[in-house]
């Protein structure tokens, strides 16, 4: 049996990452990714919107199963509430189907880690007989699910994903559907361009319904996905397989 | 005498094609719809001691390994690397075509 095995620049990259990312407020993760690339794979992902940014960094020793660490922060689109969470996380290839011309994926994933939280406007004792909005803090246990599919050609793309965040206070979901389309079926030497629109339901931290458009590039290991919501805030992701 | 020797060295030399090893193997595939599992395919393959070469095209879903001289990867092993990197197998073929030659033969086919 093969043991596992890391180049050095892509641990680097890795552990600089989740450094740097343990400052920064990061967010779930992009629906357009997958958290499994292939075998034996190195997988680095930072995405940033409006009011979350993530990054995430997975090992997949076999193409059906991958764990890592996922370090995300997010606000509330009135700033009154804000979490910063990390969790370490395992991420299953439950199904795949292949066929001579596309492709079909359903993961799921789980989390479990920490996360500090804070609610302005909370109501508070200041002192006997008076009650004052305070910002309160919370320290706690959180969890993720994540359930997510994908169907693609080489020229059509759909997914969508359901992304759970649970503490003891907060409970947070995002589901996301995207389809996308490439006017050239490219090949793997190309830079493939695509299209995407994008809705995403948001519920907990915020609530609401966003609808976005974005332009994906996509070479060999390297996938970047830049666009804008309805509501003109920019989103972008990055992906790097190694 | 001479030609008896003549002869011997032709049927030596006809001989020693006979049993060489194919310079190249064509492995046909399923599920070959993006780069990144393109990438995982040519990953495995690379990784496989017999490989000099690989060549993967998602437009003809196919993967060419270029062989060390004197060196072979068995269907098995190439069937379960492929099914380990996620993929199907659909077909394996040798030849002894150079693998410049039948990489520019699949990339202008139609």
Not at chain 1, 154 to 174: A, E, G, I, N
Not at chain 1, 188 to 212: C, H, I, P, S
């Amino acid at each position: 049996m093969r043991p596992i095995q890391f180049s050095r620049s892509a641990v680097r990259l890795a552990v600089s990452t989740c450094v740097v990312s343990g400052g920064l407020a990061t967010l779930p993760l992009a629906v357009s990714a997958k958290p499994i690339a292939f075998s034996e794979a190195v997988t680095v992902m930072h995405e940033r919107e409006f009011n979350m940014r993530a990054t995430e960094v997975y090992y997949a020793p076999k193409h059906w199963w991958s764990l890592g660490i996922a370090d995300m922060q997010m606000n509330s689109d009135d700033k009154k509430r804000y979490m910063d969470a990390s969790f370490a996380q395992v991420n299953f290839l439950v199904k795949r189907w292949n066929m001579p011309n596309a492709q079909g994926n359903l993961f799921a994933s789980a989390g479990y880690g920490w996360a500090y939280s804070t609610k302005e406007g909370v109501m508070g004792l200041a002192h006997p007989g008076h009650m004052v909005a305070q910002t309160a803090r919370y320290s706690e246990s959180a969890r993720r699910f994540v359930l997510q599919g994908d169907y693609e050609t080489r020229q059509f793309y759909s997914s969508f994903k359901m992304d759970v965040h649970q503490t003891p206070l907060f409970f947070d979901r995002t589901d996301t559907a995207q389809l996308g389309f490439s006017p050239v079926a490219h090949d793997y030497e190309d830079l493939a361009v695509w299209f995407v629109a994008q809705v995403k339901k948001y519920r907990g931290m915020n609530d609401k319904t966003e609808a976005g458009a974005f332009v994906r590039l996509f070479k060999k290991n390297v996938w970047v996905e830049i666009g804008m919501t309805e509501s003109r805030k920019s989103q972008m992701m990055l992906m790097i397989n190694y | 005498m001479k030609k008896f020797t003549l002869a011997a060295m032709i049927l030596a030399a006809a001989a020693s094609n006979a049993f060489a090893s194919s310079k190249t193997i064509q492995i046909g595939l399923d599920g070959l719809v993006c780069a990144f599992c393109a990438q995982g395919v040519e990953k495995k393959l690379k990784a496989q001691a017999a490989t000099d070469k690989v060549f993967v095209s998602i437009d003809k879903k196919v993967a060419v390994v270029a062989l060390k001289a004197g060196q072979d990867i068995a269907d098995a092993t190439i069937k379960t690397e492929i099914t380990d990197a996620g993929y199907v197998v659909k077909s394996i073929a040798r030849s002894d075509e150079s693998f410049e030659a039948l990489t520019n033969k699949i990339k202008s086919s139609k």
